[in-house]
């Protein structure tokens, strides 16, 4: 294992034979910025802190702050408590990584025009630690650079603070709460399908969907169509179960993250028939309808 960490630290610091993605890539941190992270690190960052998971998410944090040195030597990190893992799987997590940080940043046209030189230097060194991301991620390895062409240089980071440091944390708990808030997301739409796959079964007997009150839904499609009918999302919140009055048509929706729900129009409303919606923020509502997610999550 202290192997590896010397080649993490050896493959940033000294780069490697393969070839730069482009010359306005942000050089790799310097030893003395890694010194400095490390010694932040040390001080401030509690050793009960030392699960792989806590400092991939630093690192990812730090990445996307502009704070390579940092992300860099929470890495370093995350190779010390690996443990008898597999350091080739270990490799592909910190290219992962990486390449998280530089998609989340092409992501965003703010920071993709003030963070391009790192978004650069974040590509190469995930290639370097995954080189099969190359393959696998093509479009993002070759078409970043093109489109970042004309972007201006990245500031250095220089020597990270104490203050880089809280910048950080700051980030890494924002992203660890979004990280939950998505998760609780993808719970609910699974529920949600297994609910709606309930109400399509019932229909192909019935030539109808099942109406009524909750209780009076379960009724009729528990435990024939479903084992325990889902009645309330990942927030704790009721689902709103609407039916037609012919029973033709449905729609299942969230209240998400907030728990409100947002106004929309009546059943069968032209949201509902329109283009799907795929949305970044858990807090909005998750809307299906005859079938289909109208409105979801990402």
């Known amino acids: 294992m202290r192997q590896f960490v010397c080649a993490l630290v050896v493959t940033i610091t000294l780069g490697s034979a393969v070839p730069a993605l482009a010359a306005k890539a942000s050089p790799p941190p310097s030893k003395p910025e890694l010194e400095a992270a490390r010694k932040l690190l040390e001080r401030y960052v509690p050793r009960a802190a030392n699960q792989p998971g806590f400092w991939a998410a630093m690192a ?24 008898g893992g597999d350091l080739q799987d270990l490799g592909k997590a910190v290219a992962r990584t990486w390449l998280g940080a530089a998609r989340e ?12 030189s790192f978004i650069l230097l974040y590509i190469e060194t995930a290639v370097r630690y995954d080189p099969d991301l190359a393959r696998q991620e093509a479009n993002l390895v070759t078409e970043a ?41 993808t719970r609910t739409e699974g529920d949600i399908r297994i609910l709606a796959t309930a109400f399509e079964t019932y229909a192909v007997n019935k030539n109808k969907y099942p109406a009524g009150t909750p209780d009076e ?10 084992r325990v009918m889902p009645r ?11 039916v037609s009055s012919d029973r033709q048509n449905y729609r299942i929706t969230s209240a998400g993250a907030d728990r409100t729900f947002e106004k929309r129009g009546p059943l069968g409303c032209p949201e509902d028939k329109g ?3 795929e949305l970044s923020d858990p807090r909005r509502d998750l809307v299906f309808y005859n079938g289909g ?3 979801s999550v990402r």
Request: net charge negative.
């Open 60 to 83: 990812n944090a730090a990445l996307l702050e502009g704070q390579p040195a940092i992300g860099q030597a929470a890495m370093e990190r995350t190779a010390l408590v690996f443990g």
């Open 105 to 116: 940043l092409m992501g965003d046209p703010v920071s993709r025009d003030s963070r391009a």
């Open 145 to 185: 650079p093109k489109k970042l062409a004309a972007a201006e240089d990245s500031p250095r980071s220089g020597v990270p603070t104490e203050g880089d440091l809280k910048v950080v944390m700051d980030r890494e708990v924002h992203e660890l709460e979004r990280s939950i808030e998505k998760a609780k997301a």
């Open 217 to 226: 839904m379960e009724k009729l499609l528990s435990p024939t169509y479903v």
């Open 232 to 242: 309330v999302d990942a927030w704790g919140t009721p689902y709103r179960i609407e």
């Open 275 to 277: 283009t799907a919606v």
């Open 293 to 295: 997610f109208v409105q």
